[in-house]
């Protein structure tokens, strides 16, 4: 794989040449799906990413906006007008942009967390495994625990202590907390495998080698049995990705997620659903329209990837 | 047999402990309990008497008993936002939560078992892709997103069904049902749908899988070579042994499905347990959560206790694996 090739620019242009050459791309190239749903993450993260230059508008400048404006339908509707494709919402706010620029705080907030999860859970499964007694005993039991409540609950919870502990937080800390609420409901999955594959590993000989010439437990883990575990890592995160999205989405509804003056894609449907019923349907079915694309191609690739990058399966 | 009830009610009181213990940090760090009872203003005598009348002076393993013991008898103090007992807000919005609960984990059960069925045994027809992408669908659709499609079709376009509220109900001594008025029924019916979204996907995908793996064991092969109708396979014979997974799986998601009901009780402004806790926690309102954390911890234990004690109790052959397993 081309991500973990070490060396210079040679030696990543062999692993590259490589990967264009193996099962994986072969797989990806043969699957109409994995190319459309890629395709289709492709493009949301692109708008995502590039929200600030692409943007026919900007939703977070307060003067660029106009009353006059306000509840305008999509372009191809009788009173829509050219200028707002997607119609505007109850401010003026053009609804294509304030999309760009919350899926941009979504899948922020999705991959920091998704990342913080990663990194916590495969710490936590390395050592569980690696270690093995009490601490392993230990950390399963917070894992069991942990999976016997529903993740929307935790993080629910996390999120509420982070709001009690500091009433007046500003945006950052607010950002803060609620990536660390989702991270911390995500970890579990990643400990439990991670945990599983350095129960095997411990045993194998490279490992027992590395520990006849002193090579300390630390190091051992980091570099020896850490690359051989990561495999299923990887489409884990993929499809995890999804789920901290929709978590996000699901917090931000409900009112405790992302602070109102950066509103994501969750925040702009749970505005949007006070317009429901004066047929102003466009402020919040948009941005639904948007968090399902991106749930559904994320979990899509993350099928393809777990099929792909298991042998027995082909 | 005993060790392991045993061994499983101690780990159920471990659970408990811990939660008690984040609800009990929640009420020592977070915010002053003396200030929310006396005041800004009050003079430090008052605080100190305060203190000891509520033994905030005594030691910390102390004063986490006493919570405990506290908590045990459902006694959470005032609402910080309300100024009500924790426990009659609770007790008020309870019925209301388990309705929905209830009728939703009915409802999928009762669509997903025959839909489940249905798509094993027609396995590849049109119809039965049809279900299976449905629900794959239902699965990556946030709840949430369901709830307010089903509002703007049923509620805003068609004007069919309302969309907010619990509608007329009956009181029944101090429970409250919507059950007994067609308002309520009304009322309840997308809340219910939406939340049953989620468990009947579960009992779908789970029952098809099952009854794939039933129809091709030996037993129903001999069953058609005795001639047995059809039907009398499929729902005598192959169903009825896929249905013990199925009912451990759904006692299980009961829980889960409680905690679902905050987005949907969000959603349609039910006035449940759920929506209860998410105003708690947008103010910051201490005792609600905990006492809230604390009624979700204990339902969840007492259903995983109750599903393994009847799974160990249904399918001997459990216990074999349990104890080789080292459980």
Known sequence: MALSAPGGGAAAARALARFFDGDVWFSFRTSPVAIVASLIAALCMFCAVMAPWIAPHNPLDLASLDLIDARLPPAWMAEGRSKYLLGTDDQGRDILSALMYGSRISLFVGLASVLLSVVFGVGLGLLSGYAGGRVDAFIMRVCDVMLSFPSILIALLIDGVGRALFPNAHDTLAFTVLIIAISLTGWVQYARTVRGSTLVERQREYVQAARVIGVSPARIMRRHVLPNVLGPVLVLATIHIATAIITEATLSFLGVGVPPTSPSLGTLIRVGQDFLFSGEWWITIFPGLVLVMIALSVNLLGDWLRDALNPRLR | ?327
């Open chain 2, 1 to 327: 047999m005993l060790a392991f009830i045993l061994r499983r009610l101690a780990q159920a009181l471990v659970v408990m402990l811990t939660v008690a213990f984040i609800a009990f940090m929640l009420f020592q760090y977070v915010g002053d309990p003396v200030t929310n009872l006396l005041g800004q203003d009050a003079t430090p005598e008052q605080r100190l008497k305060l203190r000891t009348d509520l033994g905030l002076d005594e030691p910390f393993p102390v004063q986490f008993a006493r919570f405990v013991g506290n908590a045990a008898q459902g006694e959470f103090g005032l609402s910080l936002r309300q100024g009500r007992k924790v426990s009659a807000l609770i007790a008020e919005r309870f019925p209301a939560t388990l309705e929905l609960a209830a009728t939703a984990a009915l409802i999928g059960l009762a669509l997903g078992i025959p839909l489940g069925v249905y798509a094993a045994l027609k396995r590849g027809s049109f119809m039965s892709q049809v279900v299976m992408t449905g629900s794959l669908l239902g699965v990556s659709l946030p709840n949430f997103l369901i709830g307010i499609l089903l509002i703007l079709v049923f509620a805003v376009v068609l004007k069919w069904l309302p969309s907010f509220g619990r509608g007329e109900v009956l009181a029944i001594g101090p429970i409250t049902t919507g059950l007994l008025t067609w308002d309520g029924i009304k009322h309840l019916l997308l809340p219910a749908l939406t939340l049953s979204l989620f468990p009947m996907t579960l009992v779908l995908r789970l029952v098809r899988s099952e009854m794939l793996e039933v129809l091709r064991t030996d037993y129903i092969k001999f069953a058609r070579a005795r001639g047995l109708p059809d039907r009398s396979i499929y729902f005598r014979h192959a169903l009825k042994n896929t249905l013990v997974p199925v009912i451990t799986i759904a006692g299980l998601q009961l829980g889960a499905i409680i905690a679902f009901a905050i987005v949907t009780e969000t959603v349609f402004q039910w006035p449940g347990m759920g929506l209860l806790f998410i105003q708690a926690v947008q103010f910051a309102d201490v005792p609600v959560m905990a006492a809230y954390l604390c009624l979700i911890a204990l339902i969840f234990v007492v259903i995983n206790l109750v599903v393994d004690l009847l799974y160990f109790a249904v399918d001997p052959r459990l216990r074999i694996e349990r104890s080789a397993a080292g459980h």
